[in-house]
């Protein structure tokens, strides 16, 4: 079967992020979109570093039971990454407006989350990689709130923008594949607890990740939000 469970969840958020994506006529919010989709996907390579500790899910051609990579990964960062970054402006429409002697060394604080999820890693191999990616997106998270307090608002409401998207599409998805979770997630090496057949870690991650990734685009560039 070439379209697995995983493939069409994914593609289904490509979708969602193409209807974000053409629903906002602002070029500079179209702008973030992409550049924050783009940087996210790398994200997707780090999938050997999952695979299977964290879980084993179904690829195109079983590439990430061959090399740990996948295909999938690459859409579900693309698309996840993308949307995080938009959520906020849609609903409270706000624009950006370039931020006075804004320094450059705001950038480090964005390095230094693959910095030290990578660390962790290497410190704590046995240390599950998701906890790992969940400690350094909420140092991230910090960080920005510390060097760029005027975005407070946004970080804090899209990491409960993004869980609560993330939440009613993974209800969606366990509707229609309801075996997924248990065939794929190694609850071995996790801490078993689940909501609503969503494993706790899943929603956890969600969060973060709308915490931390929601404001890279003002954080790279110098930008700061304003009513429109």
């Known amino acids: 079967m070439i379209f697995n469970e995983y493939l069409i969840g994914c593609l289904f958020l490509l ?21 924050v989709s783009t940087f996210t996907m790398f994200l997707g390579l780090t999938e050997p570093l999952f695979v299977p500790e ?18 999938e990964s690459l859409v579900f960062a693309f698309a996840v990454g993308g949307i ?28 230094s989350a693959p910095v030290i999820f990578f660390s962790l890693i290497l410190l704590f191999p046995n240390f599950n990689t998701i906890y790992s990616a969940i400690i350094s997106m909420s140092i991230l998270s910090i960080s920005t709130i510390i060097c760029r307090p ?11 923008l993004f869980l609560l998207f993330y939440f ?31 494993p706790i870690e899943e929603l956890v991650y969600a969060f973060f990740f709308g915490l931390s990734w929601s404001s890279l685009y003002e954080q790279s560039f110098g930008y700061r939000l304003k009513k429109s």
């Open 150 to 160: 005027d975005l407070k608002k946004k970080i804090f409401i899209s990491g409960f």
């Open 54 to 71: 964290y879980w084993s899910p179904p690829s195109l051609f079983n590439l990430n039971q061959k090399t740990g990579f996948d295909i």
């Open 168 to 198: 009613i599409f993974f209800l969606a998805f366990n509707f229609i594949y309801p075996n997924f979770v248990n065939d794929v997630y190694n609850f071995q090496n996790i801490s078993r607890l689940i909501i609503l057949g969503i």
């Open 84 to 111: 995080a970054s938009a959520l906020y402006e849609l609903i409270f429409k706000e624009k950006h407006k370039s931020l006075r002697n804004f320094k450059h060394y705001h950038l480090f604080y964005i390095i």
């Open 15 to 35: 979708g969602i992020w193409l209807i974000l994506f053409f629903s906002d006529k602002d070029l500079r919010s179209r702008k973030e979109m992409l550049f």
